[in-house]
T-cell receptor, first 111, second 113 residues
Framework: QKEVEQDPGPLSVPEGAIVSLNCTYS??????FMWYRQYSRKGPELLMY????GNKEDGRFTAQVDKSSKYISLFIRDSQPSDSATYLC???????????FGKGTKLSVIP | GAGVSQSPSNKVTEKGKDVELRCDPI?????LYWYRQSLGQGLEFLIY????????KSGLPSDRFSAERTGGSVSTLTIQRTQQEDSAVYLC???????????FGSGTRLTVV
């Protein structure tokens, strides 16, 4: 079983839709959960950062972590064409500088 | 600089040749990371530098891969005797400390023919 599983998509939604992106993980030591956004031919950029279980909201983006089920979600409200990118989840353990990346989900928001 | 700079942005090389990839981290960032992103795969950790400490080389896939960081700033990733399976995007990232706010460069797209 891979440490981080993420549906690669592609996922195509109309502009204004609510998008749900998800990851599952196997390592119970993970405590930090990051979401990165990667545009084509660019490096990933940090989008959201969450510690332990719970929700974190930043504008149109909400990150949710359920450690009991080892499930990570990213919700995008009122999706925009500019949100079209690949979204990577990346959990990490305490005291670890290594991130374990999912393969990423490619999202297209259609105007 | 304003961001992490990587050069070259693209590199095509013949199988068996050596290549050098360069990373200029954000000024003042003490931590530097190299990752590899292959088509359809997630990012794979290669190596980590922190200040003057010995680097963590645990992710390097073979002894053909090596990296150094001079003066705590610029880093060079060297791949000797390149193979076709080395074709990937090589990403460098830096951070101010051992935290999770990596800033990535745009990567070097390496193609081995």
């Amino acid at each position: 079983q891979k440490e981080v599983e993420q549906d690669p998509g592609p996922l195509s939604v109309p502009e204004g839709a609510i998008v749900s992106l998800n990851c599952t993980y196997s390592n119970s030591a993970f405590q930090y959960f990051m979401w990165y956004r990667q545009y084509s031919r660019k490096g990933p950029e940090l989008l959201m950062y969450t510690y332990s279980s719970g929700n974190k909201e930043d504008g149109r983006f909400t990150a949710q972590v359920d450690k009991s089920s080892k499930y990570i979600s990213l919700f995008i409200r009122d999706s925009q064409p500019s949100d079209s990118a690949t979204y990577l989840c990346a959990p990490s353990g305490a005291g670890s500088y290594q991130l374990t990346f999912g393969k990423g989900t490619k999202l297209s928001v259609i105007p | 600089g304003a961001g992490v700079s990587q050069s070259p942005s693209n590199k095509v090389t013949e199988k068996g040749k050596d290549v050098e990839l360069r990373c200029d981290p954000i000024s003042g960032h003490t931590a530097l990371y190299w990752y590899r992103q292959s088509l359809g795969q997630g990012l794979e950790f290669l190596i980590y530098f922190q200040g003057n400490s010995a680097p963590d080389k645990s992710g390097l896939p073979s002894d053909r891969f090596s990296a150094e960081r001079t003066g705590g700033s610029v880093s060079t990733l060297t791949i000797q005797r390149t193979q076709q399976e080395d074709s990937a995007v090589y990403l460098c990232a830096s951070s101010l400390t051992e935290n999770y706010g990596y800033t990535f460069g745009s990567g070097t797209r390496l193609t081995v023919v």
